[in-house]
Every structure is written in structure tokens, then in C-alpha cells.
């Protein structure tokens, strides 16, 4: 049952349930409250009708023939406009005498009032039944063996009772529904920046176009609108590096590619007509496959950097000198015209050795680009932070901010081998590894890059036991 009951409620929408539950609340609110004062009205009723009646069959007690009083009306001033019985009650005799204006009578005479007359309690109020009407009894201890009886019809008190719950049933009634106007009233109001940003949202998804939601106040809505916003920027961010490397990749990929195809068209065409010699064809296969290798590095690169996630690797404990000592040694075999001035000192971290080696790479060939023949390459690694420098003629401050940036290149570069892609796959290993690179003047004079990730100088076994 509290299942279906669910589904139905978040089946409703948001506006019908605000309202219900609001038509619920205030329907609740308003029985307590009605509940609560009929209660209190009856009962402060009954007690001022009981203290009227105590009061009133005191004073007649006290009158000084209590026979003659029960035989005779009582005067007004007295007993009021009510319908007020008096009894006098006598348990000397067996049975008890009761009398009602000096005719004998058992109305009204019950257990308390006789113990009211025998002295058990001095006096006693209950509600009894005569005759289908009922009377509200008082009974006040007079003398030995007697007591005086006061009994008034409750008709007049019920009658405004039974009015008081009839005007307090459509008065709930109507604040009922009052409320329910009221909450639809204040869902459709407060819900109205949901809507809005409903809507808005139903277009982005509709139309695809990212533009910011307007934001109205500083409650819970704007706060929401503030966060998709954010979120939209972030999409848009997303969208045009999306764009932009697509757009960068076609422009990067379609240059090797004319190159490659036109070389297989000499080629074909040479071996149609025999029209090559051995030493062109070498040529041109050793192009082909300088292009080929171009193409596997740049496609390599921009696999690399298009993932919004890295590929599952097995992170753990990394020797950053070794893996820059491999490094050296794998660039060294193939740039035999600059030397290297490495100092290393160990560096744990925790991360991917084979993207931290080939983040590296990538510096080290970088600089062994840009170095004049004889230069010297600078490799030191302390605390975590490795340099690596050139003798080149350094990055200028047009290029500084575009560095790190995706197929940048500086105007020096265009006629050199690379993709651009280097150093932004060395600036997204940093990152990955909670670390961060940053270029500049180099100790000897040329560009210099600092790549830092956060580690110790111990493995971490060691610093465990420690």
C-alpha cells in the first residue's frame, strides 16, 4: 500500500504535490486547533456550569428552613433563568427520602449524592439522564443525614455546544479549502523559477545552444541556476576543445597525408613506366616511411590527449630518477650531436611510469631540438622538480602564454618535425599526477622547463616502517 501510495505521489507534479501537502497540513493544523477548542470550551462550560450550581446550592443550603425552601419556588436571584431542580435528600429514613417541591421523588438521587448526605464527600457533580433530557446534578452536604440537590438541564449548554462544532466544521471546511487555494496559489508563485529553468534546459537539449540561464534572487533556484550555469560553461569549454582539436587534427593530419599520397602516386606512376631509379625509389620509400611514422606519432598524441579520462593503468610507487635516467639514455642513442648534464636525485611518487617517461621524452626531445649542435642539454632532478634546459634561443614572451597550448607552434618551428602536441601531453601528465610544469629561462640560457610532482624522497615502504 505505501508503495502504490508512493508511486502515485511522485507520479503527481511537483505544483499538485506542493499543494496537496500543503492542503493536508493546514487541514491537520486546523482539526487540532478545532478539536482543541471545542475541548476546551466544553470543558470550561461544565466547570463554570459546576461552580455555578455549587454556589448556587451553597447559598440555598444556607437559607434558614431548608424544608420550606424545597417545598416553595425558589426566588430567581437564586437559581437564575435555567431549569434548575432542587432536591432535598434525607438518609436518616430507609429508604432515603428525596424530595422535589414536597413531593417525594428518586430523580436524581444516585450513589454520590448519598454519600454527599452521609458525610462521605461534602460534595459531588455528575451528568444524569431523566426523562430523556440531560441534567448536570450537583449535590452540597448540609446536615447530618442530608444534602441539598441542585439539578439543571444541559439542552441550553448542549444546544451551544452542537452550534460551536457546526460553525467550527465549516469554518475547517472552508479553511480546508481555502488552504488548498492558497498552496496551489503559492506552488504556482514559488515553482515559477523551477519552470523557468525547466524550460530553459528543455531548449538547451532541444537546440543544443549553450547560453547561460538568466538568474533572478539569491534562493535555492538561483543557487541551482548558478551551478547549471557553471555547468554550462564548462559544457561549452568542453564543446570548443572538442571542436578544436577535431579542427586541429584534420589541418595537422591533411598535410603528412598529401605528402604520403602523392608520394605513392610517383611511385605507382614509376612502376607503370619503369621511370625511377633505384636511388629515387629509396628515396621516396624512405620518405613514405618518415611519414608514416610522422602520422603513427601524431595520432598517438592526439589519442592521448582526446580522452576525458586516462586509460586504466596500474598506479604505483614510481622512481622518478629512474625513469628519467631511461629516458635520457633512449634520447641520447638518437641525438648524437648535444650532450647531457644530468643530476639526479630520487624522488618517489605514485602514479603511471610509462606516461611519466614519456612526459620526459618529450621534454628531452623538445630541448635537443632547439639545441645548436655541441650544445648541451641540462637534466637535474631535486626535490621532486626536474629541470630540463637548452642552449637554444629560448621561448619569447609572444610565445610564453601558448606554450603548453594544443598543435601550437611558434613561427621558428614551422619548417621543424613535430606535431604540437608534445609538450600539452607533458603538461596533462603533470596534472594527472597532481603536479604542475611551467617553462622559462633555462641556467644556460636557452628555454627551460620545470616539471614538479608531489612525492618524497623515500620509497614509500620505507617512510610506512619510519
Known amino acids: 500500500m505505501s508503495n502504490s501510495w508512493a508511486t502515485l505521489h511522485y507520479r503527481q507534479s511537483l505544483a499538485s504535490r506542493v499543494t496537496l501537502l500543503t492542503t493536508m497540513a493546514v487541514g491537520f493544523a486546523v482539526t487540532a486547533v478545532a478539536v482543541a477548542a471545542y475541548a476546551t470550551v466544553r470543558t470550561q462550560t461544565m466547570s463554570a456550569l459546576d461552580n455555578s450550581l455549587r454556589d448556587r446550592a451553597t447559598a440555598v443550603a444556607q437559607m434558614p428552613d431548608l424544608a420550606q425552601l424545597t417545598n416553595m419556588k425558589i426566588p430567581s436571584e437564586f437559581m437564575g433563568a435555567a431549569q434548575v431542580q432542587i432536591i432535598s435528600l434525607d438518609t436518616s429514613t430507609n429508604p432515603p427520602l428525596a424530595t422535589i417541591a414536597g413531593s417525594p421523588s428518586s430523580s436524581f438521587v444516585g450513589t454520590p449524592e448519598i454519600d454527599v448526605a452521609n458525610g462521605v464527600s461534602q460534595q459531588s457533580a455528575r451528568t444524569d439522564v431523566v426523562d430523556g433530557n440531560r441534567y448536570r446534578v450537583v449535590a452540597v452536604h448540609v446536615d447530618h443525614d442530608q444534602a441539598l440537590i441542585?439539578?439543571?438541564?444541559?439542552?441550553?449548554?448542549?444546544?451551544?455546544?452542537?452550534?460551536?462544532?457546526?460553525?467550527?466544521?465549516?469554518?475547517?471546511?472552508?479553511?480546508?479549502?481555502?488552504?488548498?487555494?492558497?498552496?496551489?496559489?503559492?506552488?504556482?508563485?514559488?515553482?515559477?523559477?523551477?519552470?523557468?529553468?525547466?524550460?530553459?534546459?528543455?531548449?538547451?537539449?532541444?537546440?543544443?545552444?549553450l547560453d547561460p540561464i538568466p538568474i533572478e534572487g539569491n534562493d535555492e533556484v538561483a543557487r541551482l541556476?548558478?551551478?547549471?550555469?557553471?555547468?554550462?560553461?564548462?559544457?561549452?569549454?568542453?564543446?570548443?576543445?572538442?571542436?578544436?582539436?577535431?579542427?586541429?587534427?584534420?589541418?595537422?593530419?591533411?598535410?603528412?597525408?598529401?605528402?604520403?599520397?602523392?608520394?605513392?602516386?610517383?611511385?605507382?606512376?614509376?612502376?607503370?613506366?619503369?621511370?625511377?631509379?633505384?636511388?629515387?625509389?629509396?628515396?621516396?620509400?624512405?620518405?613514405?616511411?618518415?611519414?608514416?611514422?610522422?602520422?603513427?606519432?601524431?595520432?598517438?598524441?592526439?589519442?592521448?590527449?582526446?580522452?576525458?579520462?586516462?586509460?586504466?593503468?596500474?598506479?604505483?610507487?614510481?622512481?622518478?630518477?629512474?625513469?628519467?635516467?631511461?629516458?635520457?639514455?633512449?634520447?641520447?642513442?638518437?641525438?648524437?650531436?648535444?650532450?647531457?648534464?644530468?643530476?639526479?636525485?630520487?624522488?618517489?611518487?605514485?602514479?603511471?611510469?610509462?606516461?611519466?617517461e614519456r612526459a620526459v621524452t618529450n621534454l628531452l626531445d623538445n630541448a635537443?631540438?632547439?639545441?645548436?649542435?655541441?650544445?648541451?642539454?641540462?637534466?637535474?632532478?631535486?626535490?621532486?622538480?626536474?629541470?630540463?634546459?637548452?642552449?637554444?634561443?629560448?621561448?619569447?614572451?609572444?610565445?610564453?602564454?601558448?606554450?603548453?597550448?594544443?598543435?601550437?607552434?611558434?613561427?621558428?618551428?614551422r619548417g621543424m618535425s613535430g606535431s604540437g602536441l608534445g609538450l600539452s601531453i607533458v603538461r596533462a601528465v603533470a596534472e594527472r599526477h597532481g603536479g604542475i610544469v611551467r617553462a622559462g629561462t633555462g641556467p644556460r640560457g636557452g628555454a627551460g622547463f620545470w616539471f614538479s610532482v608531489p612525492g618524497s624522497p623515500a620509497p614509500p615502504e620505507v617512510l610506512a616502517r619510519s
Open 150 to 209: 441542585l439539578a439543571e438541564s444541559l439542552n441550553p449548554t448542549d444546544q451551544l455546544l452542537s452550534r460551536l462544532g457546526l460553525v467550527m466544521l465549516l469554518f475547517g471546511i472552508v479553511g480546508v479549502i481555502v488552504a488548498g487555494f492558497a498552496g496551489w496559489a503559492v506552488a504556482r508563485s514559488g515553482l515559477r523559477p523551477v519552470r523557468r529553468l525547466t524550460r530553459a534546459v528543455e531548449d538547451i537539449a532541444r537546440t543544443e545552444r
Open 225 to 356: 541556476s548558478y551551478a547549471f550555469n557553471a555547468m554550462l560553461t564548462a559544457l561549452s569549454a568542453s564543446q570548443h576543445r572538442q571542436r578544436q582539436l577535431v579542427a586541429d587534427a584534420g589541418h595537422e593530419l591533411r598535410t603528412p597525408l598529401t605528402s604520403l599520397r602523392t608520394n605513392l602516386d610517383l611511385l605507382v606512376q614509376a612502376d607503370k613506366g619503369a621511370g625511377l631509379s633505384v636511388e629515387s625509389r629509396n628515396e621516396l620509400l624512405d620518405d613514405v616511411r618518415a611519414q608514416i611514422s610522422e602520422m603513427t606519432t601524431l595520432i598517438g598524441d592526439l589519442v592521448e590527449l582526446a580522452r576525458d579520462e586516462p586509460i586504466t593503468t596500474q598506479v604505483e610507487p614510481v622512481e622518478l630518477a629512474a625513469v628519467v635516467g631511461q629516458a635520457v639514455t633512449r634520447v641520447r642513442r638518437r641525438a648524437a650531436t648535444v650532450s647531457f648534464d644530468v643530476q639526479l636525485q630520487p624522488w618517489w611518487v605514485t602514479g603511471d611510469s610509462s606516461a611519466l
Open 368 to 413: 635537443v631540438k632547439w639545441s645548436p649542435d655541441g650544445g648541451i642539454v641540462t637534466v637535474h632532478l631535486g626535490e621532486g622538480t626536474l629541470l630540463v634546459g637548452d642552449q637554444g634561443k629560448g621561448i619569447s614572451s609572444a610565445d610564453m602564454p601558448h606554450v603548453f597550448d594544443r598543435f601550437y607552434r611558434s613561427a621558428e618551428s
